[in-house]
């Protein structure tokens, strides 16, 4: 138990390169590659070696001093770091043209996050079938988390609603909740939640093409 602990007290930032190093692993086995130095697989991700190596000391090295990775060893190490060595069955709550693009990216299956229930409270978009899965009324929610044993959700609800959905899903026994709804949750300790805010993300964006934009018209003036 003490070393579970210490291996997920680790800095945010280095919890989010982990899928980054995962899926250029994944892309080097794919082409053949069985081992790889932290020079290159930093260099190819555009950060520091030095910062690679300590991201990878959290969870014991994977290497000793001098000696490159091995890839196929490496990939399984991180998918059982990051959780998904075992399929992570995974829920889609709203089923308006954001739930349906993510339901029909068929990737996240490929990652480890099979969708086992997609739901939406409008009448018309129940029964809907997408790739295959017809899309669930919300007053079958709690009894498909519980038989499908669904451990993240991915919120694709009005914001209005977003609180009360999430509530409804910590008590169904959902552990994760991927928000896309334009509010930050509240949950406990024992849930995680990810805010994702698209609207913040593309105005973060818009301020570096502007930056770019000005830069170019200085050149131009020079």
Known sequence: MRKNRRTCDVPDATVL???LYLEKLKLLQAIGV???SSRQLAESLDIKASQLRHDFHYFGGFSRPGRPYHVQKLVG???Q?????????????GAGHLGQAIANYQNLEIQGFPIKGIFD??????????????VRDM???EEVVLKEKVKIA?????AAQAQLVADRLVKAGIVGIFNFAPMDLKAPPTVAVRNERMAVGIMSLSFK??????????????
């Open 139 to 141: 007053d079958e929610l």
């Open 154 to 158: 991915i919120l694709t609800v009005p």
């Open 209 to 222: 093409v502007k930056c770019i934009l000005q830069n170019m018209d200085l050149e131009e003036d020079i």
């Open 17 to 19: 390169r982990l899928p």
């Open 34 to 36: 069985e081992d790889v």
């Open 121 to 134: 409270a409008n009448p018309k978009l129940v029964g809907v079938e997408i790739r295959g899965q017809p």
């Open 77 to 79: 190490a991180l998918e």
């Open 81 to 93: 770091i990051i959780g998904i060595a075992e399929p992570v069955p995974t829920a889609i709550i």
